[in-house]
């Protein structure tokens, strides 16, 4: 496998391996974004637990231990989301590998970088997936805890 010095090659390798990168560009955005809910997710459980063990009106630990079993469930959706997030990363950064060595060198690539790509791709929908699951739970408890005080 010795590299040619080929300016033109390797120019050629590096454009065709640029591609992928503008779906890690997203991929980075939404860990983010997620990494965030995450967050305030866990927040919102301390928030309500603090609270549970302060109180001791059953109709109000009721609530709470619902609220919990929503939060813990958004919690797991958020964190599915976020490995998946991961797992798509990994293979867009191996499929760039894999395109600029198959470019610049004999190492025939192209059927694991198309895999690559495309199991990327995949993961990645399957994270948007998590992630619009999240949201309608988080949309759906707002939803309800407004309803529960009279408001619209």
Known sequence: MALPIDSTTIT???????????????VSGMIGAV?????????RARQ??????????????ARAYAELAELRT??????GCIGLL???AFLIGTTIILLFLGETTDFQASRLAVFGFLAGVASFLLALV??????????????????EHGRR
């Open 12 to 26: 050629h390798g590096i454009q065709l391996a640029v591609a992928p990168v503008f779906l890690l560009t997203a």
């Open 35 to 43: 990494a965030g809910r995450l967050a305030r997710i866990i927040d």
């Open 48 to 61: 309500v637990e603090d609270r549970a063990r302060a109180s001791s009106d059953a109709e109000f630990l």
């Open 74 to 79: 958004r919690g797991q959706l958020a964190n």
């Open 86 to 88: 991961t797992f798509c």
């Open 130 to 147: 998590c992630f619009l699951a999240e949201t309608l739970i988080a949309t759906r408890l707002l939803n309800f805890h407004m309803l």
